[in-house]
């Protein structure tokens, strides 16, 4: 399915096919990211966003779910998994601040903020439902460049490609074993294909795109 092949792309940490540029050497893993969100119509996407949450049902339904208790005990069961840590600590010492960017997001939902592991320390447009909203996000992505940028930044940026790798060499298992033994995560799955989103196939997408066998 097209439109899951672009989801894995972007929720990934970013996408592209690329040409041959040098980078400079003072550059950082975050510069890296900045190219990335450089190239996405951020307005437009919360506009289309703040359309559905405001008109759609479905979409309204969504959020309510995700600023629940259901969904604050998955957040929590997440990122207590190591290997979860490992990446986002693994961000942080490469001066990603991603602690933050959760931590935003957390007080946005209503659940639990996330302490560093090294710190411990109204519209004529159709509106369609959760699917919908996410196809309309997707189709303002330039997704052409991203890719570029993707394949750009595994050749040229040695720091991009040793988080790719990170990636690559999580122990997947354990997630596999925190979706078998949650009640709630397999809830929310349950949720998301009722709003006719293919989680199956955005898996395996995902397992696909980071060569991870289970």
Known sequence: MKLLSIISFALVASVALGVSVQIPTNRSLQDDFDEFVALLPTEEIINVALRYVLVD???????????GPEF?????QVFALKEI????????????????????LANLIGVKPIK?????????VSIRGLNGMIEEVLSLLP???LLALFEQKLTNSADFKAFFDKLRSTDIQKLVELFNSSAELQSLFRKLREYGVDVDEFLELVKGFF???Y
């Open 143 to 145: 997704k052409e460049e």
């Open 116 to 124: 560093p592991s090294t710190v411990e320390a109204r519209s004529s």
């Open 85 to 104: 840590r490992d990446i986002l600590d693994y961000l942080e010492e490469a001066g990603v601040h991603v602690y933050d960017a959760l931590n935003d």
């Open 211 to 213: 060569d991870w066998g």
């Open 57 to 67: 049902k479905e979409v309204q339904a969504a959020v309510q779910y995700i600023t």
């Open 72 to 76: 604050s005990t998955i957040w929590d």
